[in-house]
């Protein structure tokens, strides 16, 4: 039988192999298990001698188990398994065994049974006189593996290890592979890579990449292989985006050149403060975009501060100018009913309710729009975009719902792009004839080769420069395990800022029970930033489930009898409150009457107090790392030094604990971008932001392979720019159909 990509995996492995491959990998036909890599390789052949294993290294070894048993422990929760495992089948005794032991090791128990054959990594001790790996990682292998025959005949061959579950071992996959390859006509793949490139970069041709990476002969062999398959990956990415950028540079949108006279003049005449530099350069820029007849497509970066509402409002406004409106989409309600009223109060006597102040007056009407208003309300902004009486409407995704109407929408800008998609971005510029301008705004400093991947269909701005009178921040971890004694401190160090007439945030991770809502602080800004943009993924490991984070409703008893704050008025703000509650508490701490604010991460956006100085953020390992540092953004900006502290009651040496000393050491935004980075499961970047679902990468990574990425680039810029429409590189483009849609691939071939 001849196969080929679209051929199902039954008919290669037979029904009940094909049903557990497709539930437990998600593979499905013979092209996915083509596109299965191995994780990595390992040297084939006899097992590991044990009794040459160096003590308190690293090691990787291959062993047979000889027996397996679990038991509870005396003194604690939970159990203990204990396996034997010995590099000589049949011997159960002396130097060629190793002890291996498992804490709660469920998994471990029922797989590492008698006679399974393993590879197992951890580093070798000695306990009771013999020598033991503690919690090793390890794959199941094939018993076949150490037939002599086999052996002999792969001798020197690197064995591929693929990521595997319980029931679908590595060396399963492996023989699946095998079966296909034989049957597969490799020569007839497509090969999407143009021959100048692979000869540039010397990549094997698309049928023996195949070969190298799942049968290499040699480690060489399947390191070129990758190589192949991780540029390809880049090139058809950056081909796509490319490709996508070129067809929006030629659609038509509507022109809004400056217009002298109006709003923006009169606007920036009556601005209170001189734009840095950094903020006349973009909006040079952007005036220049958006009077072109083609649309805008660009992401502003820039720290949380750096003035970029300013920058877009008056984008917003040349716009208005035109006679056109422009909409701005934030992330969440909250955020959405801020930006609307700084937005007016920034607007002041500019701000035009309904037409009552006549139209001869300079003024343009500015609308909210979000899921929880009235009937009422909601209708009456509805009508004021359709109707294009309102120039500037403000809300969140109700703005993409299909009942808005604008009558003439010339600019779209997105705050915090990470809740947006490409997909959502494009719903919002289906809703005029002419494409809108986008503006996209972000506070997370991006990495180039990230921007490059995640945004690469837009071209990007940064402002680096802060408006004066920002002073720095010193961030400090204080660890309430080795030093408990601190907890007192800090409120002491409170009390300090208070009397000497500054005032002081106080950060929890939760509402809290008396608050009218259980944990989290749930649609407020502390899922925006990190939980949305990467996932969800951003905690590296848990805090141990006993140790419930602090909630705002707890610290503000606990700091109403706290001695060092006696007579200190406490604030209280999170996202449940009700909004004049929340209102008449954000006026309190901005007028000075509290003195500490107790509050959710509402306050990371949400509230600009000049006067604070101290930021005291409890079970600061909750957080993540941008999160953390727009945190801190929010004190030292009134000319007085401010201080940061991050509390913790993990043990020293947890990972968590590693976050926390990086936005310690670190107030420069772009480098902790890369640390976070680091911390993260890179796979979520590119599903988290750009459609919601699962990441198709799959050599790539966006951190290590920069130069890769830049590489591809610079090519796929030069293919698109030569060949706009992909017409002579039609393997390219469909491996990019493909690539971005997997989905419908899936669709297609069950259908
Ligand atoms: P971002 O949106 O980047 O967080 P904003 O535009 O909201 O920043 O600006 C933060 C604060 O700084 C606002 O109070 C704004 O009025 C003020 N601001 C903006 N630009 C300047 C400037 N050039 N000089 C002084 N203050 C500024
Ligand atoms: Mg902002």
Redesign the pocket.
Known sequence: MRADRSTRLDRLIGARGAKKFADQLGLVTAGDLLGYFPRRYMARGELTPIRELPLDEDVTLLAQVVSSSSRRMATRKGSITEVLVSDRPGQTDGPSTLSLTFFNGYKAAKQLTHGVVAMFSGRVSVYRGRLQLTNPIYDLLDPEELDPEATLRLAGRPLPVYPATASVPSWTIAKAVGTLLGQLDLASLPEALPASIREKYRLPPVADAYRMIHEPESDAAWRAAQKRFRFEEALVLQTALARRRAQHALLPSRPSPARRGGLLDAFDAGLP????AG?RDVGDLLARELAAGHPMNRLLQ??????????ALRAMLQVVDDGGQAALLAPTEVLAAQHYS?IRA?LGPLVRDGLLGGKEDLGVEVVLLTGSQSAGEKKRSLLAAASGQAGIVVGTHALLSEHVQFADLGLVVVDEQHRFGVEQRDALRAKSLATPHLLV?T?TPIPRTVAMTVFGDLETSV?REL???RSPIATHTVGLVENPSWERRIWQRAREEVDAGRQVYVVCPTIGAGAGGEGDAGDDVIDALDAATWGGTALAAPAPPELQPASVSDVVEQLASEPALDGVKVGMLHGRLDTDVKSAAMRAFANGETGVLVATTVVE?GV?VPNATLMVILDADRFGIAQLHQLRGRVGRGGHAGTCLLVTRLEPGHPSRERLAAVAASTDGFELAQKDLEFRREGDILGASQSGRRSTLRLLRVLRDGDVISSAREDALEIVADDPDLERHPKLASAIEDYLDPEREVFLERG
């Open positions: 403060f001189e734009l840095t903020q820039g720290e949380v501060g750096s003035g970029k509402t300013v920058v700084s920034t705004m506070a402002l408006p004066k009178g956006v600009d």
